[in-house]
């Protein structure tokens, strides 16, 4: 079951890649279709299909492995960031019916695929759940948090594509800063997904013997070869280098180098793609919007915050604080995940109220949107696996 | 203040943008299309500067001032998350240390600020107070004259109103405008439009409730709010520990020595290394991984109605296994599985043995219950033993002297006094006993008291809740949901078509979705010769701001 | 109209103003304890160690001083020493000494009697019921009861022997 669920997921991945084609074929392929005479050009649809298709291949993938692990899969960081993938999925096909915006799906897919890869660099395996995580709420509270930050995510993708449009690149602003970084952010994830995998397939690890935090001999594994190595730390497997530099005990140090190893990927992806393209990323993609509607654009992320924030409220506080109740004896215990949650639900709010009674559109309610996806994975990523607290199963 | 007459006879409140009958623009603004928010209506809040009240007034009704403390409470949060709130940290540390100990000196700073106890601070509940005030008093300071707005609004506009609509078309080259507009209406009532006519105008409004969606929920919110303040009244909240040994009952705190918990048997049950589905994720894990706390419980209550004390008789109301997930709920109480101590010491067995005296020691074989001792064992042969001093956590204290931390067994010693048969009072044999303990305490003894078993049980902590504004919290939770997809998952829109003298005008209003409006209009359009309205934004995005007013 | 306006906003902020005044008092003011002065005491039954029935209502017309404690509670030794010197004197006066054990076992509390030469009656708490109903969560824990049955003043922590007498002597039935 768990096999079979796992080749769905691959499929998807081909479907994602397939509806990016499609998507970028329709934004680009529209002058072409003009002097066929007035041929419509069903690229667009066809990529909404495949992307749909790709939701359905990922609804199996979702299934078959609820079937075989005996609980909704959304209780540890593989199983949830793969969710959120579907989730923004979702969240397309909810709002390209409303606008039937290409741009939309060229932006949406390939940051579906990659948060999907993302995921597959966690540990996939079963895992059995512990008591806290043994209720009927586990599958009703993530489930509706995870949708609803799909469809926030909309938003983001929405914002990031105002943002490329409208921002003049040819002045070195902060705005294009800004903008640069967000996409040296997911060069620097591609990094991580493409040398996690590369490492992986030539079955890479490197063993350390050494001093842990509490004075103790301890072992480590590396994935990545290792570049900082850990606290007087010896190498003892056959593969492994030895480290440039150490670090003192209480920082985690196979986490830091695998940091180091993405940040640095990133940088090489983001100099390699500047140096070919000899301007800004967002300055080279801003010619094929062309033809977007900025107040669209802004509109959609509008509205996509409008109807995912509701959803947000409902699964990541209300459903959260029912379950805590239960499981935790108290509905708020101000644990980082449920503060972190309310930032980011207050986050939001704050953008309603701006955008609504302040007149923050445009350009300043996109970059907030950026912000408010930053948070979200903030709260996935940082808060899951470094501030621990009771949220931190992973 | 003085009111302002608008031309079509309406007395409009001081302040007033647009009359709230027929449209009319009041003030000059900038930009072609007017500010739709809140109708054009003048919040009473910005119009009245006068005593101490109205200052504090409308400093609360200010979004901006929403705004700011929503911002002050986020970011304030988030320091809370930097490193563990004290509820969190490890038991038994002690906050004044543990902080710079773990953290150093970002983490001494941490503790003198009072960030390990954040959103119990008195700054932090004096935001999340504003934060209602704010809440409460924006939320009356709109609503009132916004529906006001809404139910006087007229079926005809002043012309001035409609061309400072974003979207905005007009047409003299129509024939027959009455019955286009016949026409159009019939279109629009398909779409379940509500239809106002007035002198041949026509006036066409959907969704109108939606308006009413941020304040339903900013309602449901300040009830939350208000449950959450309830919780520091007295009798609203319990938050008691017990613990219980297997066998043993307890009274449930805070229920006046009414209730009474025993535990029948306490569980753990670990998920099993050899099944197959989990042995990948179960050798990687530290150790082996839980699958259920469970402490099968009876429930019961005092029959005696009399005092309390020792004389309480107690019946069983119900058997319940409470897990984690799983409270035991009972008048309002609930029992929670939290925590577990397994393997209590709680009987020692011992036999007496000598090297040097020639007896039978095979019959001597005695029990001490560490919870309840007995004090002196008789034998056959008469031996006797006396306990002269039981300590159930043996520690020698400042004095020097032994004595016992608590009254838990967890380091049981006992002084013995061993007397053979005729033996006087003073000629006993003493010695110290305790686990992998055996001392003679004065001089050499003759004999020994070997300890032959011990009995253990698990002990099951149990938090006890009690919390009477859970219904407040949940009707606020609820009312708040409600109110945020009302406003949120349907839109209000409105279509003016009007007849003036021969010109057509066209004219339309969304609080957001304009998307749909343009549909709506298309459908108009296709079906009918009024022309298609132009959307003013466009290309032009100096526009003032257009969307609804779902604000504080 | 404006004067309405006034009065209604004031209103409001008076009424938002005293509930968040009043969450705040309960939550940085000192907590009350469970049975705390002016409260009536509850009543209870316990026994001695010789099998005794006592009950509080009882010694109704007389000053009773309750007292929690524990063998391992070194302030509480201190205090039931200073009781020893002075139960007497005060019992003839009309105050009482009840001297509440929180469930340790017999064992325990007789050694204790017998090493500390302890006259005064003492009674164990089975079951933590009347230190439940009293709400005692430290020791010692002291609650000075009239001749009414009030509680007129509720003690946690440790006593010098001169406040011991003084409660002592606060505790004589005016009457």
Redesign the interface.
Known sequence: MIELSSNFMYASFFLYFAATVLFAVSVTGKKFKNKQGLEKNKAGLLGYISSIAAFLAMMTYFTTRWIGVGYAPVSNMFEYTTALGIAINLGFIIIYAIYRNNYLGLFTMPIVMLIVAYASMFPGEVQPLIPALQSHWLTIHVITTVIGQGILAIGFVSGLIYLVKVIDFNKATKKVKGLEFIMYTLLCTLAYVILGFSFGAADYQATFEFVNEQGNEAEINYVFPPIIGPNEGELISEQGINPFIEVPAYIESADLNTVLWSVLGGLVLYLLLRLSLRKPIGGAIQPLLKSVNPQTVDEISYRAIAIGLPIFALGGLIFAMIWAQIAWTRFWGWDPKEVWALITFLFYVVYLHLRLSKGWHGEKSAWLCVIGFALIMFNLIFVNLVIAGLHSYA | MEKVKCECGHLNPYGTYLCESCGKPLKEEKGKVANMRYEGVAR?SQT?KK?P??L??NFFSSVKVGIWIIVLLLVTSSLGTLFPQEMYIPPGENATIYYEQEYGLLGKLYYQLGFHNLY?S?WY?LLI?SL??SL??AS?DRFVPLYRALKTQRVSRHEGFLKRQRLFGESNKIDNIDEEIQKAEKLLKEKRYNIRRENGNLLAEKGRFARWGPYVNHVGLIIFL?GG?LR???EMYLDEHMWVREGE???V?GT??EY?LRNNDFLIELYDEEDEKYQDALSRADGPVVKTYQTSATLLKRTSD???????ELEEIKDYDIRVNDPLTFEGFSLYQVDFKLNELSEFTFTLESETVDADFSDIEFTVNL?????TFEFDNGYRVE????F??FII?DNREP?????IPDNPRIIFEVFPPGANEDEGEISLIGIQVNEALNGENDHTIRMTGAEMVDVTGLTIRKDRTLPIISLGGIIFMIGFIQGSYWHHRRIWIQNREGTLLLAGHANKNWQALKNDFQLVSDNTHIPLPLDQTDKDNKGVSQDDDRTK | M?QR??FI??V??IV?IT??G???Y???ADE?GLVDQGDKA??????DLDGNRF???ELSGEGVYVNFW???C?YCRDKMQYLQNFYEEYEDKGVRIVSVN???????V??HKQRQGLDYPLFI??????S??YGVRSLPATFLIDENGIVTERQIGAKTEEQVLDSLSELIPSS
Do not use: C
Not at chain 2, 306 to 312: F, R
Not at chain 2, 403 to 407: D, P, Q
Not at chain 3, 42 to 47: A, I, K, M, T, Y
């Open positions: 009473r009245y005593s009240v109205d504090v007034w119990s008195w509940m107070a209602g005030i409460v008093i009356l208000i303040m520091f009244f007295p009952h307890e009274v705190s006046n020595g009474f009399g005092t309390v004390g020792s004389e309480t919870n309840d001792p007995q004090k306990i002269m001093e039981y159930p956590n204290d004595t016992t931390i608590n009254r | 404006k306006r006034l906003r004031s409001i902020l938002m509930a968040v009043y969450t705040f309960n939550h940085f009350r509850p009543n209870f039954v316990l026994e009950e509080l209502q524990a063998t391992y070194t929180v469930n340790e076992t017999t064992l325990q007789e050694r708490d089975r079951n933590m019921l009347v439940n109903a």
